[in-house]
C-alpha cells in the first residue's frame, strides 16, 4: 500500500498541497454538509471527546491546522472561554466560510482564521501552548515534516491534539466500513459536490495514513513525547495526543 502522501486528490503531477488546495476550495461549499451526512453528525462527538481531553490542560494560545471551515476552532472557542484560537488552512475556499461561521458566533475576537502551509507555519517557535488537527493530518504532502514544524511552533510542555479517521481493526465492522466509504461515500460526494474525485480520495487517504501505533511512531519520530491513541466509535477515527 503506497504512503499516504503519495495518494492524491487527483492524480496529476502537481504536487500535492496544491491538489489537496484545489479540491478543498472545489468542495468548500458543501463540505459542511457532507461531514454531517457521511458521519451522521458523530463528527461533532469526536471533536466535542477531544475539547474535553485538552480542558484539563487549561490553554490559552490555540493553533488549529488544517482548520477547515473552523468547526474545531469554533469548538475550543466555546468550550474554552479563556482561550485564543488561531486556525489556519491551505485552502482560501474553507477559510472563507470559515470566517462566515466565525462572524455569525460572535466569537471574532477570540478565533482568527488565515491560509498558511502546514509545511510552512508563519509562526515563532514555541508560540503555542496547544496545537489541534481534526481530519487533516492525512492530508499534508510530508507528515512527518508537518509534525516536525508543529513541534517547533509548540511550547515545552505544551500538548498536541490530532483528530484522524481510521479503519476499524474489528473483523465484522472492517467490511462494513469499508462498503460504506469505498461505495456510498463517494456516491453521495458525487450527488451533493460537483468534484467527482473528492470523496473518491477521502477513503483512499484514510487507508493509507500511519494509524494507532504507527501514527504514535511518526509523532515519536518528530520530536513528540508520550504519545498516545483513543479509539472512538469502533475504531473508525482516533484521537492522538503527545506533549512537546
Not at 494509524?211 to 511512531?217: A, E, G, N, P
Amino acid at each position: 500500500m503506497p504512503d499516504v502522501e503519495h495518494i492524491t486528490p487527483y492524480g496529476s503531477d502537481a504536487p500535492k498541497e496544491r491538489q489537496v488546495e484545489q479540491m478543498f476550495d472545489s468542495i468548500a461549499p458543501a463540505y459542511d454538509l457532507m461531514n454531517r451526512a457521511m458521519t451522521f453528525g458523530i463528527d461533532r462527538l469526536w471533536r466535542a471527546k477531544a475539547v474535553r481531553m485538552l480542558r484539563r490542560d487549561n490553554p490559552r494560545d490555540i493553533l488549529d491546522v488544517a482548520t477547515g471551515t473552523g468547526d474545531l476552532a469554533i469548538e475550543l472557542a466555546r468550550r474554552l472561554p479563556q482561550a485564543r484560537v488561531t486556525g489556519v488552512d491551505l485552502s482560501s475556499g474553507m477559510i472563507a466560510v470559515g470566517r462566515e461561521k466565525i462572524a455569525r458566533t460572535g466569537l471574532g475576537e477570540r478565533v482568527s482564521l488565515s491560509v498558511a502551509d502546514c509545511l510552512d507555519l508563519p509562526f515563532a517557535d514555541a508560540s503555542f501552548d496547544c496545537i489541534t488537527v481534526a481530519y487533516g493530518v492525512r492530508n499534508f504532502a510530508n507528515l512527518e515534516a508537518g509534525y516536525r514544524e508543529m513541534r517547533r511552533v509548540l511550547r515545552p510542555g505544551g500538548t498536541i491534539c490530532v483528530i484522524e479517521l481510521s479503519t476499524p481493526a474489528n473483523p465484522i465492522v472492517k467490511p462494513l466500513y469499508k462498503a460504506y466509504t469505498n461505495v456510498i461515500i463517494p456516491a453521495v460526494g458525487r450527488l451533493v459536490s460537483k468534484d467527482t474525485r473528492a470523496y473518491s480520495y477521502l477513503p483512499e487517504s484514510i487507508a493509507a495514513v500511519a494509524q494507532r501505533r504507527d501514527m504514535c511512531d511518526l509523532m515519536s519520530k518528530a520530536g513528540f513525547n508520550s504519545p498516545a491513541f483513543r479509539p472512538l466509535t469502533f475504531g473508525v477515527c482516533c484521537i492522538y495526543t503527545a506533549q512537546a
